[in-house]
T-cell receptor, first 111, second 113 residues
Framework: DAKTTQPTSMDCAEGRAANLPCNHS???????VYWYRQIHSQGPQYIIHGLKNNETNEMASLIITEDRKSSTLILPHATLRDTAVYYC????????????FGQGTRLTINP | EAGVTQSPTHLIKTRGQQVTLRCSPI?????VYWYQQALGLGLQFLLWYDEGEERNRGNFPPRFSGRQFPNYSSELNVNALELEDSALYLC????????????FGSGTRLTVV
């Protein structure tokens, strides 16, 4: 079962920052937070991951709260091509190794 | 660097038939994961293979099976196809026990008629 809670849908204006929240209140100390996105009918695309520090790459920034119970994915300058379903996932490197996908957030970027 | 490749991209089968889907992981990746995504639904974990062994299995009937070869490529077999098996089947690969994310292929769209 997914261990994360995300809003079902969000809208954002093109060129603005898109901030996607995720709650993972039961996260364990050895679990990472991963973000993926899936553009219609394509394979999910890895965006970013983190353990406890904030992370940034060429695609996005990941802000993890100090208690690690929630995080926010930030797309700094959203474009129409960022319209997708965004999945927040917690995963341990122990045990089953699988990524468990929830329903995600359907982000729509409006022109 | 080549990504995860899956074949075929699309296929249509008749109920009761058998199908084999193939996946080639990124070079150096030892783990392969299979997921099923029925139309409009989420990704459901099917199988995880690592170093040639099945490591974990999702809540699917035994007619879903697979294997991983010495070169780490993998096959997913589905026997006695049912209409509800129509879905996008996604393969992903990763390094085992590393904090890197999976890399997914583009999937195989299976239609059962």
């Amino acid at each position: 079962d997914a261990k994360t809670t995300q809003p079902t849908s969000m809208d954002c204006a093109e060129g603005r920052a898109a901030n996607l929240p995720c709650n993972h209140s039961t996260i364990s100390g050895n679990e990472y937070v991963y973000w993926y996105r899936q553009i219609h009918s394509q394979g999910p695309q890895y965006i970013i991951h983190g353990l406890k520090n904030n992370e940034t790459n060429e695609m996005a920034s990941l802000i993890i709260t100090e208690d690690r119970k929630s995080s926010t994915l930030i797309l700094p300058h959203a474009t129409l091509r960022d319209t997708a379903v965004y999945y927040c996932i917690v995963r341990s490197l122990q045990g089953a190794q699988k990524l468990v996908f929830g329903q995600g957030t359907r982000l729509t970027i409006n022109p | 660097e080549a990504g995860v490749t899956q074949s075929p991209t699309h296929l249509i089968k008749t109920r009761g038939q058998q199908v084999t889907l193939r996946c080639s992981p990124i070079s150096g990746h030892t783990s392969v994961y299979w997921y099923q995504q029925a139309l409009g639904l989420g990704l459901q974990f099917l199988l995880w293979y690592d170093e040639g062994e099945e490591r974990n299995r999702g809540n699917f009937p035994p007619r879903f099976s697979g294997r991983q070869f010495p070169n780490y490529s993998s096959e997913l077999n589905v026997n006695a196809l049912e209409l509800e098996d129509s879905a996008l089947y996604l393969c992903a690969s990763s390094f085992r026990r590393r904090p890197y994310g999976y890399t997914f292929g583009s999937g195989t769209r299976l239609t059962v008629v």
